[in-house]
């Protein structure tokens, strides 16, 4: 080996890295960024279930179990129930995750040594959520409960089979389309610089809404055609029921689809290599996707600076409105919060890229 050869190849190499500090800043930031979002973000782990409780008994045995399940680290206090109605509006609205209802003769069941039996409804639109919150109530159950006969009875609302395939799917459609429509869009006006057309188009009398609206048009009829595709595969192959309206869903899919394709179209204008483009919107768009959004772990497992970083995602939104039309049927104030969240979220992207774009084009 030429050690002046291999020298002057090392000398060439290092000054071409040097020369490219975005290559040079994703090297060294992508482990970062990954170790801090699987650090943080990964956690099967469910804490602080939001609680609410519909106490029949109202006697102090009754008080020492809400006492013994507000005070344990899986679950937080979320309201009072004193009714049917109230306990099934609070688990659709989202306010709640779980609801513990204690018998009128609790107390009494309780000081004659007899089997006394609360219920705890869950929401078993995220199943992974539902399942740990059953399992730590019948831990916490066992735990203070004097009588062997004793126990707790438990009702999955919304997926009474506590069907993962039900939960997955929903959220599965959103993290798809998160991806595809960013990585379609990331690289159209890459494209344009690494062809060397983007000068000729700068030099036309075009202006920055018909240039960002020409690019988006194709790709959105392309992501239409994704979603509409993936939403008859989870009905006909995974039998996912639709208990919500098809209006809502259409709504929501076609805001959140303009978000995505909005995200590409902003990455695109920051990198002019496709590579470079696809990694951006990989990272930009799958990994706080996935991890983030509440698609797999639950987010009020996250710690605090976490939780409010998943509300700058708008996969996070997609994926909480589809499980609550396609389960839970439902459209309420939580549920028109999310989605006034996600069409904020995208007036936002789509402003930014504007005046991204204003030193590229003429300006208009």
């Known amino acids: 080996m030429n050690r002046q050869r291999f020298r002057a190849i090392a000398k060439k190499e290092m000054t071409h890295v040097i020369r490219d500090p975005r290559s040079l800043g994703m090297g060294i930031a992508i482990p970062v960024l990954l170790l801090i979002l699987f650090g943080y973000g990964l956690s099967l782990n469910v804490d602080n279930v939001p609680l609410a409780v519909w106490d029949q008994s109202n006697t102090a045995s009754s008080r020492n179990l809400i006492r013994d399940f507000v005070n344990s680290e899986a679950f937080q206090a979320a309201g009072v129930c004193h009714s049917t109605t109230e306990t099934e509006a609070i688990i659709q609205s989202g306010q709640a995750t ?42 916490i159950a066992k735990r203070i409960v004097q009588t062997q006969t004793s126990s707790i009875s438990i009702i999955s609302a919304y997926n009474p089979g506590m069907n993962t395939t ?27 610089w690494e062809n060397g ?58 805001v959140f689809l303009l978000t995505t394709l909005s995200v590409g179209i902003l990455i695109s204008t920051a990198a002019k290599s496709q590579v470079l483009a696809s990694q951006l919107s990989l990272i930009i768009t799958f990994l706080p996707g996935f991890i983030l959004s509440g698609f797999v772990y639950d987010i009020k497992a996250m710690p605090s600076f976490v939780q409010v970083i998943t509300k700058l995602i708008p996969a996070t939104y997609f994926v909480s409105l589809l499980r609550s039309i396609f389960l839970k049927g439902s459209w309420g104030m939580a549920q028109t919060e999310e989605l006034a969240f996600l069409t904020f979220i995208t007036l936002v992207i789509l402003v930014v890229t504007m005046k991204k774009l204003k030193l590229n084009l003429d300006g208009r």
């Open 98 to 139: 779980a609801v513990l209802v204690i018998p009128e003769n609790y107390d009494e069941k309780t000081q004659a040594n007899e089997p006394a039996t609360v219920q705890l409804l869950v929401d078993g639109s995220d199943s992974n959520t539902a399942r740990l919150s059953i399992m730590y109530a019948e831990g």
């Open 166 to 192: 039900w939960s997955i799917i929903p959220g599965l459609i959103a993290i798809i389309v998160n991806v595809i429509a960013a990585m379609l869009t990331s690289l159209c006006i890459a494209r344009e």
């Open 197 to 254: 057309t983007m000068e000729q188009l700068t030099s036309t009398p075009m202006r920055k809404t018909e240039f960002i609206l020409g690019k988006l048009v194709p790709y959105y009829m392309i992501g239409v055609i994704d979603i509409i595709v993936a939403v008859l595969m989870a009905l006909v192959l995974f039998n996912v029921p639709l208990n919500g309206s098809l209006i809502a869903l259409a709504g929501v899919s076609s």
